[in-house]
C-alpha cells in the first residue's frame, strides 16, 4: 500500500504541484563511482519527494486529497532502518548521517500533532521549536540521501 502512495507521489510531483519554487531533496551530483547502495536509491529518492511534497502542509497550504504526509515519519525510519543495515557499505564520514536523522526524527517526534495540524498553532514557541526540528529533518535526510 505504501509502495503505491509512494508512486502517487512521483505522478503528483511529475505532473506538477505548483511547488517548484520549494526546497527540495535532490541526489548529489554523479560522481565516478556508483551509489554504495543502488537497491535503496528508488526508496531514498521517493523519501525524499515525500518530504518536499509535506513541506506545503507546514505553512497551511492544502495538500493532495491522498495526503500521504500523515505516513512521512513511519516510512522514513523504514528507510532509515534499511541504511542502517547495510551501513558498512557507506563510507566512514558517510555514516555519521544516519545518526544524524535519527536525532532529527527523536526531535520532531513531539511535534507530530503540531505536523499534523498543518504547522502552525497559536504557540509561538512550539512553532518554532518544531519548524526548526522539521528544517534539521529535512536537511540530514539530504544529507543521508546523497551519501547513500
Not at 492544502?62 to 563510507?91: F, I, R, Y
Amino acid at each position: 500500500m505504501r509502495s503505491s502512495a509512494i508512486a502517487l507521489v512521483f505522478l503528483l510531483v511529475g505532473c506538477g504541484t505548483g511547488t517548484t519554487s520549494l526546497p527540495t531533496i535532490t541526489p548529489a551530483p554523479t560522481s565516478s563511482s556508483a551509489s554504495p547502495l543502488p537497491q535503496l536509491q528508488p526508496r531514498l529518492d521517493a523519501i525524499g519527494i515525500l518530504l518536499t511534497a509535506c513541506i506545503p502542509r507546514l505553512r497551511g497550504e492544502p495538500v493532495d486529497d491522498v495526503d500521504n504526509c500523515a505516513h512521512l515519519m513511519p516510512d522514513v525510519t523504514g528507510v532509515l532502518d534499511e541504511v542502517s543495515q547495510q551501513a558498512d557499505k557507506l563510507p566512514p564520514q558517510s555514516r555519521s548521517a544516519i545518526e544524524q536523522v535519527r536525532k532529527a526524527l527523536i526531535d520532531i517526534k513531539p511535534c507530530e500533532p503540531w505536523f499534523a495540524s498543518g504547522g502552525t498553532t497559536a504557540d509561538g514557541q512550539l512553532n518554532s521549536r518544531c519548524g526548526k526540528a522539521w528544517d534539521e529533518l529535512f536537511k540530514s535526510y539530504n544529507a543521508l540521501r546523497n551519501a547513500a
